[in-house]
């Protein structure tokens, strides 16, 4: 099975900050990942997929890069409603979560 | 505008069982691969389960191998999950979400979850 390990757990920013994300995976993955945002009560939102394609309505300060085994996520300048936790994922082999990151007001 | 809208939830005894539903529209359903994934209080989401539009493909997790059973009724856009053997573990909100068709096999689309609780 492929894991999938993010950091950090939590990251505590302000409004206007540019956060980077990063998620490893266990084995390559090639480019088969996509990053999620989830709101307390709510679904998970596609953010990236491909490891960098936007999907289609996200802003772009939302951004994705990476190949292989290791992965980022970036936010270029945050927003009030990017308060919220990031899951990384891959589905190179079935399909994992990592564990998620908490993005909290500083 | 694409919907899927879970049901079936509720407390259920260890041992237990529910048929879990996700009712599906806004898009051609039989045309989609689905998956049902869960999320623990306070946990990242797992996945639990494929299908293939056709039904004829099932891929499980490990953790619910041999007591989950994934299927879909493409004429009444529907997909189902049955849960048997439940266990405190398996206590979760669960979500159906769609795979999408950019060539690539994230998932475009989730519903609102309904939550399975297993206690006694």
Same mark, same amino acid.
């Given at each position: ?25 266990? %084995? ?6 996509? @990053? ?10 596609? /953010? ?15 951004? #994705?890069? #990476?190949? #292989?085994?290791?992965?980022? /996520?970036?936010?270029?300048? /945050? ?10 994922? %891959?589905?190179?082999? /079935? @399909?994992?979560? #990592? ?8 | ?71 879909? +009724? ?15 573990? +398996? ?30």
């Amino acid at each position: 099975d492929i894991q999938m390990t993010q950091s950090p757990s939590t990251l505590s920013a302000s409004v206007g900050d540019r956060v980077t994300i990063t998620c490893r995976a266990s %084995q390559s993955i090639s480019s088969w990942l996509a @990053w999620y945002q989830q709101k307390p009560g709510k679904a998970p939102k596609v /953010l990236i997929y491909k490891a960098s394609s936007l999907e289609s309505g996200v802003p772009s300060r939302f951004s #994705g890069s #990476g190949s #292989g085994t290791e992965f980022t /996520l970036t936010i270029s300048s /945050l927003q009030p409603d990017d308060f919220a936790t990031y899951y990384c994922q %891959q589905y190179n082999s /079935l @399909w994992t979560f #990592g564990q998620g990151t908490k993005v909290e007001i500083k | 505008e694409v919907q899927l809208v879970e049901s079936g939830g509720g407390l259920v005894q260890p041992g237990g069982s529910l048929r879990l539903s996700c009712a599906a529209s806004g898009f051609t359903f039989s045309n989609y691969e689905m998956n049902w994934v869960r999320q623990a209080p306070g946990k990242g989401p797992e996945w639990v389960s494929y299908i293939s539009s056709s039904g004829s493909t099932t891929y499980y997790a490990d953790s619910v191998k041999g007591r989950f059973t994934s299927s879909r +009724d493409n004429a009444k856009n529907s997909l189902y999950l049955q849960v048997d053997s439940l266990r405190a573990e +398996d206590t979760a909100v669960y979500y159906c979400a769609r795979v999408s068709r950019l060539g690539s096999q994230h998932f475009d689309y989730w519903g609102q979850g309904t939550l399975v609780t297993v206690s006694s």
